[in-house]
């Protein structure tokens, strides 16, 4: 059982900056690839970022390219999701998410395909 803490998230104004972190404990870390989504109040759970266990791919949602960079550190069992830029749209809960994957270059944007999630993090990005 793999738990997942999320941490980084406050209230900024736009434009601003922040970094968000997933501690992982309970598995091995570098078996997974990690996942970022956000959810807005009344709405569904949207993907943000992900990346392979080996850091070697990395997906975006389109509104968040070229703004966020979702990182990882298999060392420290943590991945990061460092937030450029921030819009008020980008208001949410953030939440980490690891699936456990044979494939060194795999991730996925589908919330369905992942094992674990954490309990959230709400980052609010005033106008």
């Known amino acids: 059982q793999v738990q997942l803490v999320e941490s980084g998230g406050g209230l900024v104004q736009a434009g601003d900056s922040l970094r968000l972190s997933c501690a992982a404990s309970g598995g091995t870390f570098s078996s997974y690839a990690m996942g970022w989504f956000r959810q807005s109040p009344g709405k569904e759970r949207k993907f943000a970022a992900a990346i392979s266990k080996s850091a070697g791919n990395t997906v975006y949602a389109d509104s968040v390219k070229g703004r966020f960079t979702i990182s990882r550190d298999n060392a420290k069992n943590t991945v990061y999701l460092q937030m450029n830029n921030l819009k008020p749209e980008d208001t949410a809960v953030y939440y980490c998410?690891?699936?456990?994957?044979?494939?060194?270059?795999?991730?996925?944007?589908?919330?369905?395909?992942?094992?674990?999630w954490g309990q959230g993090i709400q980052v609010t990005v005033a106008s």
């Open positions: 998410a690891a699936l456990k994957t044979a494939g060194l270059e795999y991730c996925t944007l589908d919330a369905n395909e992942y094992d674990y």
